[in-house]
T-cell receptor, first 117, second 114 residues
Framework: GENVEQHPSTLSVQEGDSAVIKCTYS??????FPWYKQELGKGPQLIID?????GEKKDQRIAVTLNKTAKHFSLHITETQPEDSAVYFC????????????????FGKGTKLSVKP | KAGVTQTPRYLIKTRGQQVTLSCSPI?????VSWYQQTPGQGLQFLFE???????NKGNFPGRFSGRQFSNSRSEMNVSTLELGDSALYLC?????????????FGNGTRLTVT
């Protein structure tokens, strides 16, 4: 089945620095790649997503890049702030007729980002 | 627009009991998915419902079941609770099938089994 690998599992940066989280996926048919941020005591919140017909997408300090040939995508956070501290999850879609026991989105294991003031 | 609402937020049950968790999706969303989140296993897919029909089911024992009502609200039930069922249970909704449209999560129900 589909597999999503996420690295690193923990990341500590100084306020104002950039943070990069990388994910690789195995199903070449995946065409939708969302990123989620989960703060303590809350559910994952969708922060940005990208589809396979786009190589890069940016929203203020957050950007996502996608390399379909290499089957990897990355989250970039610039000018990090303490409120960016959270666990970030990447995910990759399965084709609709493949879903089955894995559901339609496969999640990475998460990256705990700590931004030190 | 109100987000995904899950009730209750916290539950404490003892082994052998059963529990029912409730989820109200975002208005207009017809797909509801359930996930179990634990520190060791991450987000694990339980099942997805679309227009009252179960579309996909994860690799969980039959003690885990769910249903969706005509207003898209969903419930999941866990019978004969085990200690290992302690987890955060997340509900997520999407406009259509979650494979290609944004999935929006609630804040979860924290279940503790003693």
């Amino acid at each position: 089945g589909e597999n999503v690998e996420q690295h690193p599992s923990t990341l500590s940066v100084q306020e104002g620095d950039s943070a990069v989280i990388k994910c690789t996926y195995s199903d070449s048919a995946s065409n939708y790649f969302p990123w989620y941020k989960q703060e303590l005591g809350k559910g994952p919140q969708l922060i940005i997503d990208i589809r396979s017909n786009v190589g890069e997408k940016k929203d203020q300090r957050i950007a996502v890049t996608l390399n379909k040939t290499a089957k990897h995508f990355s989250l970039h956070i610039t000018e990090t702030q303490p409120e960016d501290s959270a666990v970030y999850f990447c995910a990759a879609s399965l084709t609709e007729n493949y879903g089955g026991s894995q559901g339609n989105l496969i999640f990475g294991k998460g990256t705990k980002l700590s931004v030190k003031p | 627009k109100a987000g995904v609402t899950q009730t209750p937020r916290y539950l404490i049950k003892t082994r052998g009991q059963q529990v029912t968790l409730s989820c109200s999706p975002i208005s207009g969303h017809r797909s509801v998915s359930w996930y179990q989140q634990t520190p060791g296993q991450g987000l694990q897919f339980l099942f997805e419902y679309f227009s009252e029909t179960q579309r996909n089911k994860g690799n969980f024992p039959g003690r885990f079941s769910g249903r969706q009502f005509s207003n898209s609200r969903s419930e999941m039930n866990v019978s004969t609770l085990e200690l290992g069922d302690s987890a955060l249970y997340l509900c997520a909704s999407s406009f259509v099938s979650s494979y290609n449209s944004p999935l929006h999560f609630g804040n979860g129900t924290r279940l503790t089994v003693t």
